[in-house]
Nanobody
């Protein structure tokens, strides 16, 4: 099993920056691709960033491309999401997710590709 704990959420104003962190523990040797997802009230969970185990392959949807940056430090078992230029529509609960299959360069964008999930951290952006 792998446990994921997110931190760094909170209140922000439009245009501000926030950095989320996700610390993995447990059988971290089984973690491959990781991702950040978000879910706003009444909406489906959506990916905002994903990164391969090697860190070489990255994925961003158009809604956050150029504003969000995902990175990971495998030595610290931590993945980060740097968010800049925040908008009110970025308000959501943000979840960290980890996949336990694939290769070192594999990357996924769909929730069902990820096995382990954190509890989420709230990000609220006011206008």
């Amino acid at each position: 099993q792998v446990q994921l704990v997110e931190s760094g959420g909170g209140l922000a104003q439009a245009g501000d920056s926030l950095r989320l962190s996700c610390l993995a523990s447990g059988r971290t040797s089984t973690v491959f691709a990781m991702g950040w997802f978000r879910q706003a009230p009444g909406k489906e969970r959506e990916v905002v960033a994903a990164i391969s185990r090697s860190g070489v392959n990255l994925y961003y949807p158009g809604s956050v491309s150029g504003r969000f940056t995902i990175s990971r430090d495998n030595a610290k078992n931590t993945v980060y999401l740097q968010m800049s230029g925040l908008k009110p529509e970025d308000t959501a609960i943000y979840y960290c997710a980890a996949a336990n299959s694939g290769g070192t360069n594999s990357i996924y964008s769909l929730p069902n590709a990820f096995t382990f999930w954190g509890q989420g951290t709230q990000v609220t952006v006011s206008s």
